[in-house]
């Protein structure tokens, strides 16, 4: 049987990292963002029907992803249509990866949806993982990052579950407070949830 464990954390969490770590131990990992970038690029099955949409998007064979922001600020209708042709996409790659480790008697896969919560994606999944950190420790993480300002970190965590609420509905939560204890931290939940 596959056990599969859906990975979230807001922004600045440390969610990549601990993605990384399970990668390290082995454990193979659906990466959702990956997906859509992939979904994106030149022979991507999004780019016709996203291009479709708006025509300006399609630069060099693939999808300009700020083109679609422009769009989406120019139209608010426009971020449902996008996401009325990327999410069945998404999802459609997402159960193929996992079928394809059940087939192959793979014990663990982690797939890693930010929006894993918000989108009614942990029901697909046997358990789930919250990457959190205080907000202090999150808020330096973030405004560390280039381009980054006060005001577009205040806009994200506006779109996103607060991360006590998503504490509080994961199955397990890691504190990503220093890179040796999440990586101690992943090795001994692969540990328990692979235990036969």
């Known amino acids: 049987m596959t056990l599969i464990l859906g990975l979230t954390g807001s922004i600045g969490m440390g969610k990549s990292t601990t993605a990384g770590f399970f990668r390290d131990a082995g454990v193979p990992v659906w990466d959702a963002d990956a997906t859509v970038h992939r979904l994106y690029a030149p022979g991507g099955s999004a780019v016709e029907p996203i291009a479709q949409l708006c025509p300006a998007a399609l630069k060099n064979g693939g999808i300009d992803r700020g083109a679609l ?110 890179v040796e204890q999440t990586r101690d931290a992943v090795n001994s939940l692969i540990k328990n949830l692979t235990r036969g």
């Open 69 to 178: 922001k422009d769009w989406i600020a120019a139209q608010p209708s426009a971020l449902r249509k996008i996401e009325a042709v990327v999410h069945p996409l998404v999802a459609a790659d997402r159960a193929e990866f996992v079928a394809a480790h059940r087939a192959a008697g793979t014990p663990l896969v982690v797939v890693d949806i930010p929006l894993l919560f918000e989108t009614g994606a942990d029901k697909l999944c046997d358990a789930t993982l919250t990457v959190s950190a205080p907000a202090e420790v999150q808020r330096q993480r973030v405004l560390d990052r280039p381009g980054m300002t006060d005001e577009s970190f205040r806009a994200l965590l506006a779109k996103q579950m607060p991360d006590a609420e998503k504490r509080a509905r994961a199955t397990h939560v890691i504190e990503s407070l220093s």
